[in-house]
């Protein structure tokens, strides 16, 4: 938290399904308020493929690899979600301009793995790379992990053991300290390419499970059903090393649920937010959930961040005790029911009207809150709009033809509480080769979803 102040950023955009036919590519952008291009992109690296979907990326080393000098972040790691391919980028060299390392064709993970449609990258304290999968490479459900050589990214197979994948996959935590992994859930690669389809919910296509990991046996001990808790997304253990309990985000029944060991050394999970739906009219369903769709830790684990992608808020609660967070912060960036627009809301527990839309030096946001980053200091959040590329032509069409936006939200952390900062905007509707979307942040020296401490 001490460590100094973030002055660039690293983030994937992504130009499928927007109807510009270019590579996705990595965005430098400056973020130092003492410098002439304050708020730019300074530096794309093109991808050399079309349609790859970067989503999510990771680090070769992170803050597992303590007390090892010859770890260091000089890769960041870039996982596709539709292609399956994964782009090794080198940062070290000129981290103004990254380069690219390696490319690692889906074919390769195919044959060595049986796994694709790639999602969260994690370094672990071996020096190996782990990555998460969704699916098999026909587009069924597989949770499964990849495992890379953390200096030859080469594939060395699977983490769990041969048989031994979990239903679903999507996004996982460790803690080493407790023998323990947690993964969560999304949906089948199938299911997902093209849309959400309200019917895929009623079939039971979408996950509701935690699965709780044996970290030195590789396998599965405990399934955890979620009690309201659907399509459990990004989930986070509280950065103590020492922690027996952490966070999940349930983007679609918009609840945060609190796992947690117990005495005996089983795993529970209990609700402890819930965001309630709005009535709706307009709208592709009568009642409007939030869509959590992404949560963060403070490093000193006393702040929980969560953003409502649909509703479009994004929250800070005070997690002092855990088991009954606190809302101390809340400010409203754009979404689906912003005055105007084509939703009008007929009931709603929590605001007396709908928000206003929100214009930032001149730009009308378009879509909502979604990808968030904390500063190490906790007192920056930087915010991007992007879901993934087929949810947000059909839920923000907008978003789309404007491209997505980087905001920075200020942060009180001393009483809480959340100010948009004016003077904050990466428009990545002007980048040159046209609207594009751009996705999750990354600090060249870790930051709170990147860091596990063992």
């Known amino acids: 938290m001490k460590g100094p102040r973030e002055k660039i950023v690293y983030l994937p955009c992504i130009y ?82 990254p380069k690219l390392h390696k490319i690692i064709e889906a074919s390769d993970i195919h044959s060595k793995c049986g796994l694709a449609n790639l999602h969260t990258s994690h370094c672990l304290a071996s020096g190996e790379v782990m990555i998460s999968a969704l699916g098999d490479p026909k587009g069924n459900a597989k949770g499964g992990f990849v495992l890379l050589d953390g200096e030859t990214f080469e594939v060395k197979g699977t983490w769990e053991k041969p048989g031994g994948a979990a239903p679903m996959g999507y996004d996982f935590w460790y803690q080493p300290r407790h023998n323990v992994m947690i993964s969560t859930e999304w949906t089948a690669p199938n299911v997902l390419r093209d849309g959400f389809n309200p019917d895929d919910v009623k079939a039971g296509l979408y996950g509701s499970h935690l699965h709780v990991w044996d970290w030195h046996r590789h396998e599965i001990v405990q399934t955890l059903p979620l009690q309201d808790g659907l399509i459990p997304l990004e989930i986070r253990f509280l950065h103590n090393p020492d922690a ?101 809301v007929l009931e709603d527990q929590e605001l007396k009207c709908q928000p206003e839309p929100l214009v930032v030096k001149g730009k009308r946001v378009a879509g909502g809150p979604q990808m968030i980053q904390l500063s190490l200091d906790g007192k920056r959040i930087y915010v991007t709009t992007s879901l993934y590329s087929a949810w947000d032509k059909q839920f923000y069409p907008d978003l789309i033809r404007e491209g997505s936006v980087m905001l920075q939200i200020d942060v009180n952390t001393v009483q809480g509480g959340l100010k948009l900062n004016p003077n904050f905007l990466v428009d990545f509707g002007k980048e040159p080769l046209g609207a594009a979307l751009a996705h999750e942040v990354r600090y060249p020296g870790g930051d709170c979803s990147s860091e596990i401490w063992i």
């Open 16 to 97: 499928r399904n927007t109807g510009t036919e270019a590579p996705d590519y990595l965005a430098t952008v400056d973020v130092d308020p003492q410098s002439p291009q304050y708020c730019q992109v300074i530096h794309r690296l093109p991808m050399p493929n079309m349609k790859d979907e970067l989503h999510h990326s990771g680090w070769n080393a992170c803050s597992s690899c303590f007390r090892d000098s010859t770890k260091s972040r000089t890769k960041l790691v870039l996982p596709s979600l539709i292609s399956s391919r994964i782009y090794v980028v080198d940062v070290a060299l000129e981290p103004r301009a």
């Open 244 to 344: 027996t309990q952490g966070f999940v985000g349930c983007a679609l029944s918009s609840n945060i649920q609190r796992f947690y060991k117990n005495e005996g050394g089983t795993w529970s999970v209990e609700k402890v937010i819930q965001v309630p739906p709005k009535k709706v009219k307009g709208w592709m369903l009568p009642e409007m959930p939030g869509l959590i769709t992404d949560i963060l830790l403070s490093l000193d684990d006393r702040f929980l961040y969560f953003s409502n992608w649909l509703h479009g808020d994004l929250r800070q609660y005070d997690i002092s005790n855990p088991k009954k967070p606190r809302l101390t912060g809340q400010v409203f960036l754009g979404g689906s029911i912003v005055k105007g627009g084509p939703v009008q």
